[in-house]
């Protein structure tokens, strides 16, 4: 992690000269840093996964929502910073914290000891019945192999691809529909309020449906939940222009989303051990970036045809 962490200023640098435009340099500064990101977060799944086989929903969860929540910590001071100083200096500042925080924190991170697989065994005899645990280790090639993994992997591209179209297209639904001038409360607009809390619940979904998940069984977790997320989007499509019903809608498409996030690596160090399971999952989560190639562009793409959100 602390390697990872290390490539991270040349990713803040390279963005500086992506675009002299500040409008565009955000659209296209965040993909520059994208692989350090990615080895961060791979990392702290092999970590997680590895060592709690009996609570991996929940841990997986806990960890994943400072990834998630924590963006809500950080919207003010770094919009302070980029009102006062501009974005480069945000970059900049907060790159340099966050690579303090993250090489000091990975110093106390330690791989299982080796005697610790005959515990682990021991432990996942404890896990809920409803929790299918693979027995042998899969390679990366193994599980590539299985059609299970492709099944998972579609399923992530697309649910992926709705929240992330949810998170891309927010705020030009509420601007179409004006509910974005709304004051609602405390001075807060309704698109401001709706994305405080969206990114909130986003954040805490993952350990709550990472710990149900433990009860009651990944796949059981997953049918709920992005099934309840499907009927959430539909009823924001019908209160777009109603602004407390809006925040209310988009907060719970997002809390019936984030979840993914925890569900899915949990899964994947079930039904393919734990000694590969950074690596594995790493595979697994480039459906992310699959699904981030057509939903935001297609979102756009086709509202602009369809002169309306409904289709999309």
């Given at each position: ?66 990834f998630g929540a924590g963006a ?142 433990d009860q009651i069984g990944r ?94």
């Open positions: 992690m602390a390697r990872g962490q290390i490539r991270a200023p040349a990713a803040h640098h390279g963005r500086r000269g992506a675009d002299r435009d500040q409008l565009g340099g955000r659209l296209h500064r965040p993909n520059a840093r994208r692989p350090a990101v990615l080895v961060r977060r791979r990392r702290r799944h092999r970590r997680r996964l590895k060592w709690f086989p009996d609570r991996r929903g929940l841990t997986a969860g806990l960890v994943a929502a400072g809500a910590l950080s919207v003010a001071p770094i919009d302070s910073v980029i009102n006062h100083a501009g974005w480069r200096a945000a970059f900049f500042q907060f790159g340099i914290i966050q690579g303090i925080i993250v090489i000091l924190a990975a110093l106390f991170l330690a791989a299982p000891p080796e005697g610790f697989k005959a515990t682990a065994a021991a432990i996942v005899k404890r896990v809920s019945k409803n929790v299918r645990q693979a027995s042998v280790d899969s390679t990366p090639a193994e599980m590539l192999r299985t059609p299970h993994f492709w099944v998972m992997y579609v399923m992530m591209v697309l649910v992926g691809g709705g929240g992330l179209m949810a998170t891309a297209q927010l705020g030009p639904i509420a601007k179409s529909t004006g509910v974005d001038k709304v004051v609602v409360m405390w001075g807060l607009t309704a698109l401001v309020l709706a994305l405080q809390i969206d990114r909130v619940l986003n954040g805490i979904t993952r350990p709550i449906w990472g710990w149900i998940s796949e059981n977790s997953m049918f709920i939940a992005f099934g309840i997320q499907g009927v959430a989007i539909l009823w924001l499509l019908s209160v777009l222009d109603k602004p407390v019903a809006f925040i209310i809608a988009s907060g719970a498409a997002f809390f019936f989303w984030g979840e993914m996030y925890s569900l899915f690596p949990a899964m994947v160090g079930d039904m393919w051990g734990r000694k590969y399971a950074g690596t594995n999952y790493g595979l697994m989560y480039t459906a992310k970036g699959v699904a981030s190639i057509w939903a935001g562009p297609l979102a756009a793409y086709m509202f602009e045809v369809q002169k309306g959100w409904h289709t999309v």
